[in-house]
């Protein structure tokens, strides 16, 4: 079978080759036709166990505890940056371990206030969906819980990109108990 595609290839080609019209157009098949060919298959079946790292920025939008709501971008500016692995066990299964550091700009002086050490269990949902419910250790004081549903967007190539909704849950450190709303973006390899 593939003798005979050589065979009429070279035919096409020994026919068309002297003509610069035939040229461009032998040009163009050359260059259209492997992107076609991969374009039409299927993504590759990952195997596990699979590690994926993952980088990605945090955008804390308003938390909420016994006091009023105190709302991200109106007196302050707190932002995260995460940074984490992902050990898939099987798709449905994983552990992740993930450090954020977060930096906060408040009257003109900006600084990396707190750390945020966050391992955790991850569940896969399908269609591109994790839940990860992950343990919360700040280097503030703070303790808790995140979990947090992602949503995967996979492209062709070593890069996927991803959003997350985090609800963060604190306790500890002389301060009412606090539940957050997040919003992150990011790029897993």
Not at 14 to 31: A, D, E, K, N, Y
Not at 38 to 54: E, G, I, K, M
Not at 81 to 98: C, D, M
Not at 104 to 115: F, K, L, T
Request: a positive charge.
């Amino acid at each position: 079978m593939f003798t005979r595609m050589l065979y009429g290839y070279s035919t096409f080609c020994q026919t068309l080759f002297f003509r610069p019209i035939g040229l461009l157009t032998v040009s163009l098949l050359l260059t259209l036709t492997p992107l076609a060919t991969h374009a039409q298959q299927a993504p590759p079946a990952h195997d596990y166990p699979r590690t994926v790292l993952y980088q990605g920025i945090l955008h804390p939008i308003v938390t909420f505890s016994q006091d009023a709501p105190v709302v991200n971008f109106k007196n302050f500016y707190q932002v995260g940056f995460p940074v984490g692995v992902n050990i898939w066990k099987t798709a449905k299964i994983g552990y992740s371990l993930e450090i954020v550091p977060f930096i906060r700009s408040e009257a003109g002086v900006s600084r990396v206030n707190n750390v945020l050490f966050h391992p955790g269990v991850l569940v896969g949902l399908g269609k591109g969906f994790t839940l990860a419910n992950r343990l919360a250790f700040e280097t503030g004081g703070r303790y808790g819980v995140t979990p947090v549903l992602n949503k995967t967007f996979r492209r062709p190539g070593p890069v996927s990109y991803f959003l997350a909704i985090p609800l963060p849950v604190r306790f500890g450190n002389d301060r009412p108990t606090s539940v957050t709303i997040g919003f992150q973006f990011g790029l897993a390899f």
